[in-house]
Nanobody, 116 residues
Framework: QVQLVESGGGWVQPGGSLRLSCVAS????????MGWYRQAPGKQRELVAA???????HYADSVKGRFTISRDGAGNTVYLQMNDLKPEDTAEYSC??????????WGKGTQVTVSS
């Protein structure tokens, strides 16, 4: 069993910054990837940023140059540094982790609201 716990969401004005964290615990020895999706009301879920198997990173075009994904040395915590936030970044951000064999685990999500 794997648990993912997110933190760091909240409200910020346009142009501001937030950092999200996601800690994975449990049986994570076969984890192959970790990252963040987001979903805004009435919109499709979007892959924001992720570490893929092999350690490369992927970013949605809409966040390139503003968001940075990173992880700790142990590999069980992933961060999403979000700078120059825009109202269109408002969404629920969910952490996910992928495992050998195709299993995917999800966190409960954290709300990010960007407004003036």
């Amino acid at each position: 069993q794997v648990q993912l716990v997110e933190s760091g969401g909240g409200w910020v004005q346009p142009g501001g910054s937030l950092r999200l964290s996601c800690v994975a615990s449990g049986t994570i020895g076969t984890m192959t990837g970790m990252g963040w999706y987001r979903q805004a009301p009435g919109k499709q879920r979007e892959l924001v940023a992720a570490f893929t198997n092999g350690g490369s990173t992927h970013y949605a075009d809409s966040v390139k140059g503003r968001f940075t994904i990173s992880r700790d040395g142990a590999g069980n915590t992933v961060y999403l540094q979000m700078n120059d936030l825009k109202p269109e970044d408002t969404a629920e951000y969910s952490c996910f982790a992928t495992f050998r064999g195709g299993t995917v685990y999800w966190g409960k999500g954290t709300q990010v609201t960007v407004s003036s």
